[in-house]
């Protein structure tokens, strides 16, 4: 890894209001695909492990929902779609569940989907979240705060997971909540066709970007602080694809490389550059990434070849372009 000095500070964790621990009582009448087999918090089967630096110093396996079952069924899982999920998220997780993370739309090929959250403050919204996992079997939820600045925890929980929970799957689909993902087009034009299998992340491509020292993504003086760009290349973190031969030595390079709270950067970035050897493919072509616009006219002119793969999506917009992505795919 380049010497890039981006500082030894320790991970921080918001102040938080202490929860009182409520019991996750699962039924045993899971009503989606996903059977539920929990471990305890702070359990873990101890696949991945680092003897010389001690435990994890970002996430080491502290869970207080899980499903360690997800992935050791009859079939073997062929893609994981990984969300990043805001807890209170609970109709963006429903349409998902019912879109491209719902397992019957893509048979013969096994698809499963988890959703990623952190701690909540709330007693109400936590019996909320127990309930939903009882009935999907899908909701992993880490012992960390879940707020803005702690992405970083909940992508590290993600990497660890899918290492210990699900190692033998081939593509691992990283989205956020809003995303919609046109998985008949990924099935055609990738898993079909065996695209980006081995080393490699597939995504929105950055390069040389200005680090962002006020704003939203402010980046402190503090980390990075001889550079004015990123000294590596990163990809926006809204929608990725990863061959998953990738996913336990990025878990095993953040026992090394100190925090960085941007999760995008820190994966696809700070985490690719330690491990070496994972390439980038930047999105296009007829498999196009668009975080940032409305694409329904696109999608609706049935007689152009649309480019989308991925787009942004609000609450009342999500069905309405998963229902063209759909009617694409049937033609």
């Known amino acids: ?179 919609v993902f046109d998985m008949w087009r990924f099935l055609k034009y990738v898993y079909a066709k065996k695209l980006f299998m081995s080393k490699t992340i597939y995504g929105i491509a950055r390069l040389q970007d200005l680090i962002p020292r006020i704003g939203k993504w402010a980046v402190p003086l503090k980390y990075l602080r001889n550079y004015t760009r990123y000294p590596f290349q990163y990809c926006i973190g809204f929608v990725l694809i990863l061959s998953s031969d990738i996913i336990p030595d990025l878990y095993r390079a953040s026992f090394k490389v100190p925090f960085f709270w941007l999760d995008d950067v820190y994966v696809t970035g700070l985490l690719r550059t330690y491990v070496g050897g994972i390439g980038i493919r930047q999105n296009g072509g007829n498999l196009i990434l668009d975080s940032m616009s409305d694409q329904r006219e696109c999608l609706r002119n049935i007689d152009l070849n649309c480019p989308y793969l991925a787009v942004v999506a609000r609450t009342d917009t999500f069905m309405v372009l998963w229902n063209l992505f759909k009617t694409r795919s049937v033609l």
């Open 1 to 179: 890894m380049p010497n890039i000095n981006i500082s030894l500070t320790k991970p921080h964790e918001p102040a938080d209001i202490p929860m009182e621990t409520i019991p996750v009582r699962l039924k045993p009448e899971i009503m989606a695909d996903n059977p539920v087999r929990t471990s305890p918090v702070g359990s873990t089967p101890g696949i991945i492990s680092d003897n010389s630096t001690g435990p994890n110093p970002i996430f080491n396996g502290q869970y207080i929902l899980n499903n360690i079952s997800m992935c050791t069924q009859s079939e073997p899982v062929n893609i994981i779609v990984v969300v990043h999920s805001a807890p209170a998220h609970f109709v963006p997780r429903l349409f998902i569940r019912r879109t491209y993370g719902a397992r019957k739309l893509f048979l013969p090929t096994e698809v499963r989907v988890i959703f990623l959250l952190g701690r909540v403050e709330y007693q109400n919204l936590q019996r909320e979240i127990i309930d939903e996992h009882n009935k999907y079997g899908d909701i992993i939820q880490g012992d960390f705060k879940d707020a803005y600045h702690n992405l970083t925890y909940k992508a590290v929980m993600g990497l660890h997971w899918v290492s210990h929970y699900c190692p033998d799957v081939k593509y691992v689909i990283k989205t956020d909540d809003d995303a």
